[in-house]
Nanobody, 120 residues
Framework: QVQLVESGGGLVQAGGSLRLSCAAS????????MGWYRQAPGKQRELVAT???????NYADSVKGRFTISGDNAKNTKYLQMNSLNPEDTAVYYCNANVRTTGGRLLEVWGQGTLVTVSS
């Protein structure tokens, strides 16, 4: 079993910052990639940012220049630093990971989600 635990969501005023964390634990042999997705009310889940084990990153156009994804491979933990937040960033943010388990399986795992609310 592999679990993802997210933290760091909350309420912030427009222009403010938040940092989300996602820690992977369980029967992990290696983490191939991790990322953050978000889902606003009434909208589909969308990619926010991803990072591979080699450090390659990818961002949605809407967050480029404002959000930064980083990580600690030794701790299987990834972070999403969110700056210059605006009300359109309000959503439930989900952590996602592609892992190889100690049993050799490839799994895609999702966290439970953390709510980010940006007030105007």
């Amino acid at each position: 079993q592999v679990q993802l635990v997210e933290s760091g969501g909350g309420l912030v005023q427009a222009g403010g910052s938040l940092r989300l964390s996602c820690a992977a634990s369980g029967s992990i042999f290696s983490v191939r990639a991790m990322g953050w997705y978000r889902q606003a009310p009434g909208k589909q889940r969308e990619l926010v940012a991803t990072i591979t084990s080699g450090g390659s990153t990818n961002y949605a156009d809407s967050v480029k220049g404002r959000f930064t994804i980083s990580g600690d491979n030794a701790k299987n933990t990834k972070y999403l630093q969110m700056n210059s937040l605006n009300p359109e960033d309000t959503a439930v943010y989900y952590c996602n990971a592609n892992v190889r388990t100690t049993g050799g399986r490839l799994l895609e795992v999702w966290g439970q989600g953390t709510l980010v609310t940006v007030s105007s």
